[in-house]
T-cell receptor, first 108, second 112 residues
Framework: SQQGEEDPQALSIQEGENATMNCSYKTSINNLQWYRQNSGRGLVHLILIRSNEREKHSGRLRVTLDTSKKSSSLLITASRAADTASYFCATDDYKLSFGAGTTVTVRA | NAGVTQTPKFQVLKTGQSMTLQCAQDMNHEYMSWYRQDPGMGLRLIHYSVGAGITDQGEVPNGYNVSRSTTEDFPLRLLSAAPSQTSVYFC???????????FGDGTRLSIL
């Protein structure tokens, strides 16, 4: 069974707007990772946040982690057309488990 | 630096045929894994390996075999293909299981 679940399943925004997606998981984790997948390609790692961290930034990406609620969020600020992709969270207990993903469409 | 290379990119098989999906990495990563991706299901772990000579089952191992004779290669074998194995298969590698994964571009497999 899948550990992480992303919400919403799909998101459509205008270029320049922010995009927020959430990930909920079921059991204790060592870390949580976010990946991006462009259509027809493999997944690309975006950011890793450890269980003792609450927030992490990378460029226009901001990730939060709330271990008490077993949830994480990914915020993409000032979105661009190139951000159109599917985004997955992955949780690590002793192996990575991926959610079903959030499909983000950025309209020009 | 090629990263993770998967071959073939596309394959069509008939039910009952066998084949091997190839995966090679040139980053000297110990951890390698195979996933299948189906619409609405995300990625599901098939098999993984923590080093040469060591493999273990993931979430959906039935119908698949793996071996890891070298650090670089981690082939996935379909013993007798079934239509339910129609999917996109991804190989990934990393230094350890809890480090960022490097993915190949996938093999799109159709079983008729």
């Amino acid at each position: 069974s899948q550990q992480g679940e992303e919400d919403p399943q799909a998101l459509s925004i205008q270029e320049g707007e922010n995009a927020t997606m959430n990930c909920s998981y079921k059991t204790s984790i060592n870390n949580l990772q976010w990946y991006r997948q462009n259509s027809g390609r493999g997944l690309v790692h975006l950011i890793l946040i450890r269980s003792n961290e609450r927030e992490k930034h990378s460029g226009r990406l901001r990730v939060t982690l709330d271990t008490s609620k077993k949830s994480s969020s990914l915020l993409i600020t000032a979105s661009r057309a190139a951000d159109t992709a599917s985004y997955f969270c992955a949780t690590d207990d002793y192996k990575l488990s991926f959610g079903a993903g959030t499909t983000v469409t950025v309209r020009a | 630096n090629a990263g993770v290379t998967q071959t073939p990119k596309f394959q069509v098989l008939k039910t009952g045929q066998s084949m091997t999906l190839q995966c090679a990495q040139d980053m000297n990563h110990e951890y390698m894994s195979w996933y299948r991706q189906d619409p609405g299901m995300g990625l599901r772990l098939i098999h993984y390996s923590v080093g040469a000579g060591i493999t273990d089952q993931g979430e959906v191992p039935n119908g698949y075999n793996v071996s890891r004779s070298t650090t670089e290669d981690f082939p996935l074998r379909l013993l007798s293909a079934a239509p339910s194995q129609t999917s996109v298969y991804f190989c990934a590698s990393s230094r350890t299981s809890n480090q960022p994964q490097h993915f190949g571009d996938g093999t799109r497999l159709s079983i008729l």
